[in-house]
T-cell receptor
Framework: KQEVTQIPAALSVPEGENLVLNCSFT??????LQWFRQDPGKGLTSLLL?????REQTSGRLNASLDKSSGRSTLYIAASQPGDSATYLC???????????FGAGTTVTVRA | EAGVAQSPRYKIIEKRQSVAFWCNPI?????LYWYQQILGQGPKLLIQ????????DSQLPKDRFSAERLKGVDSTLKIQPAKLEDSAVYLC?????????FGPGTRLLVL
C-alpha cells in the first residue's frame, strides 16, 4: 500500500522568503506525482504534475522536482507572498490505476 | 468550461441523522470520484464511478454510506445514519483521461 508523507505539517515564513515543501512516498512504481493547493473551505487546485519519466516541472514561481528512486518530491516556491498562504498537498498515481494517494499536506503561512 | 459543482457547501446534522451530498461533474467526464477529507488529513477515496458503474468502492463504509450515479452524470453520496467521526469535507472530482478536477467540497459537521 502506498504511503505518502509530507513534512513539515505547518510552516510560517516572512514574505519574500523561498519555500521548500517535501513529499515522500514508499512505492516508487508511480505513474505521476501531482502537487495541489487547497485554500480554507475550498477544493483542490492542481499546481504541477510531474510524469514518472520527468525530473522537474516549472510554472512561474513554482518548481517541483521528482526523485522517483528515492521516493521524494520537493515543491519550491520562490519569493513567497501572503497570497501563497494555503495548504499544499502532494498525491501520487500508480501505473495501473487512476486512484490518487494523498499526503496530509503542509499548511503554509506567509507573514506580511 | 464549468467546473465540478457540489451542494450543499455546508451541512450540520446530529448523529444518527441522514444526509445527502450532490455532485455535478464537468460535462463529458466519464469518471467521477468521491473523497473524504478529515481535518488534518489528505483526501481518501471513497468510491469511483466509470459512467454509471462502480469501479472501486473498497474504502466505502457500506453499512452507512451509499452512492449512486444515475445516467452516468450527476452523483449522490448518502450517509445514514451519521456518526461523529463522519465530520469531514466530502470532495467530488471528475476526470476524462486521468487528470482529476475537484469541486469545492461539502463540509459536514456531525454533532
Amino acid at each position: 500500500k502506498q504511503e505518502v508523507t509530507q513534512i513539515p505539517a505547518a510552516l510560517s515564513v516572512p514574505e519574500g522568503e523561498n519555500l521548500v515543501l517535501n513529499c515522500s512516498f514508499t512505492d516508487s512504481a508511480i505513474y505521476n506525482l501531482q502537487w495541489f493547493r487547497q485554500d480554507p473551505g475550498k477544493g483542490l487546485t492542481s499546481l504541477l504534475l510531474i510524469q514518472s519519466s520527468q525530473r522537474e516541472q516549472t510554472s512561474g514561481r513554482l518548481n517541483a522536482s521528482l526523485d522517483k528512486s528515492s521516493g521524494r518530491s520537493t515543491l519550491y516556491i520562490a519569493a513567497s507572498q501572503p497570497g501563497d498562504s494555503a495548504t499544499y498537498l502532494c498525491a501520487v498515481r500508480p501505473w495501473d490505476d487512476y486512484k490518487l494517494s494523498f499526503g496530509a499536506g503542509t499548511t503554509v503561512t506567509v507573514r506580511a | 468550461e464549468a467546473g465540478v459543482a457540489q451542494s450543499p457547501r455546508y451541512k450540520i446534522i446530529e448523529k444518527r441523522q441522514s444526509v445527502a451530498f450532490w455532485c455535478n461533474p464537468i460535462s463529458g467526464h466519464a469518471t467521477l470520484y468521491w473523497y473524504q477529507q478529515i481535518l488534518g488529513q489528505g483526501p481518501k477515496l471513497l468510491i469511483q464511478f466509470q459512467n454509471n458503474g462502480v469501479v472501486d468502492d473498497s474504502q466505502l463504509p457500506k453499512d452507512r454510506f451509499s452512492a449512486e450515479r444515475l445516467k452516468g452524470v450527476d452523483s449522490t453520496l448518502k450517509i445514514q445514519p451519521a456518526k461523529l467521526e463522519d465530520s469531514a469535507v466530502y470532495l467530488c472530482a471528475s476526470s476524462l483521461k486521468g487528470d482529476q478536477y475537484f469541486g469545492p467540497g461539502t463540509r459536514l459537521l456531525v454533532l
